[in-house]
């Protein structure tokens, strides 16, 4: 099996990583995350995965989540772990190539495939718009980022998967 290149609508916020530089403030002058800013980044330890490490922020201090398998092994652990994360209410995307994808923090998927029409009016005017915009928000501010994009969009990326 081979990989094929595919494309999703999101709307969130790119974050950047992989082969790019991250896209929030809090990097250093490299481009990376500056893991030693303790005043917003000290629940970050840059010898782990950032996008493991937010996730786990995000369900302690959005859900109050705060379990691990270690502790609680085989007692419906993984029911609870994603009753948690859907009530995030947003979730981590990638993009790009596998070995050097770049991420997205996202409310909203529509995975495209190899081509397909999209409805945008649609999409602007989603009855959920406002419940994605508060749990972006929430998340961005759980997480101590500022994303360098600005405002939230929709953002057309493509992947191989």
Not at 31 to 38: V, W
Not at 136 to 155: E, F, K, M, R, S
Request: proline share 2%; glycine share 12%; with cysteine.
């Amino acid at each position: 099996m081979g990989s094929s290149l595919s494309a999703k609508f999101v709307y969130g916020f790119d974050l950047g990583g992989g082969e790019d530089e991250w896209k929030i403030r809090e990097t250093d002058e490299y481009g990376g995350i500056d893991a030693g800013n303790a005043s917003t980044l000290a629940w970050y330890d840059d010898s782990e995965d950032f996008v493991g490490e937010a996730e786990k922020r995000l369900l302690a201090v959005v859900s109050g989540f705060t379990e691990t398998w270690d502790d609680n092994a085989g007692d419906g652990f993984y029911k609870r772990e994603e009753a948690a994360k859907a009530r995030l209410g947003v979730e981590f995307e990638w993009y790009g190539l596998s070995d050097s994808s770049s991420v997205l923090l996202a409310a909203h998927v529509v995975d495209v495939g190899w081509s397909g029409p999209v409805d945008l009016e649609a999409l602007h005017a989603h009855p959920d718009r406002l419940r994605w915009d508060a749990a972006l928000a929430t998340a961005v501010h759980a997480l101590g980022i500022t994303p360098t994009q600005g405002d939230l969009a929709w953002i057309l990326c493509s992947y191989y998967g």
